[in-house]
């Protein structure tokens, strides 16, 4: 089966992951502290903090942003629901604002929202193609508003040569196992802000600091999110070879953008002039023709090889949001849930992989009308 996304685990990889379980130190050590300046030199953010996964970062994030009870967060339906979980989780209301063709949040739409209660914008990069990051800062800043964005799509985009990962108040990575990279588990937030960095370093481990021999202090409440030296060791190991990923992705990404420039049974994600996307995802948004037969279409494409996925029902209509928010329906995130599919495209996929992925499509497609 040819996967949406997948990892690809080298021998160098497995090298650098024996010596992390060789050593002395397990949990947090040396190796998540390099981890974490890496992350900072291939970004160039300030500070990276690392945690054993981009839930718990973004949890980590929300809480040192002051996110509390009742306050309003204006974020995107077409996310995993963790983006929007761990705002309940402190109380406040995520306020879902309408998408655009791309699958990203629409930034002309954001303003509206915007009121007395709003505290934060959570913006996510889909599929690793950047947000309209340089109108949301503006909006943000007119409205003192912090800026959280989830880019647990798009370690390795950028817009105007910057890689994300310093635009906003704190950016969010993810390096689960199918991920732009992987730790296995793991996730990181990057910030320019040395008050941030330093909460979030004692929110990830029980907000102990040391003091002197053996004298630490408990002084904020805090948790163990920490990132273990396996994860890390992996991490680093496997950020060496982000550029090489994306470039695989890329041309498989570009590859498929030739073959179905012309079609019509389904547009495409496009990728502005001035930005880079890390193609974490290769989503496809069927015509109109073809979406009361998506549940055929996605079947016959499982059954002919091509592990394709769905991203995502929006968050608001899971049942625990139902309950707690009622029926909610945003037009454009509603049609891009129903005519949306991600197909393979990986970096362990050769171009005849690649080849087979834009024939068996085209074709089932075809048959379908
Ligand atoms: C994967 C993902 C997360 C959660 O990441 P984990 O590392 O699995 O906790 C959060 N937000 C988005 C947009 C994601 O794709």
Redesign the pocket.
Known sequence: MLSYSTQLIEDDDIVEVIKALKSNLLAQGPRVAKFEEDLCVYTGARYAIAFN??????FGAYSVAGIKKDDEIITTPI??V??SNMFITLGAKPIWCDIKTDGNIDETKIEALITKKTKAIVP?D?AGKPVEIKTIQKIAKKHKLLLIQ?S??ALGSSVMGQKIGSFSDMT?F???AI?PITTS???AVLTNNKEFAEALRAFRSHGMVKKRLWDSDMTSLGYNLRMTEVAGALGSSQLKKLDRFIQTRAKIANYFNERFEDTKLFSTQKIEQNSVSSR?LYPIMLASELLDKKEEIFAELQKRGLGVQVHYKPIYKNSFYKERFGEISLPMADNFYNSEISIPCNQTMSMEDAKYVADTLLETLRNML
């Open positions: 996964s981009a839930t718990s970062a973004l996310s995993f963790a983006t996510v889909y989830d647990s799509h969010i993810s390096f689960h991920k588990e793991g996730g974490h």
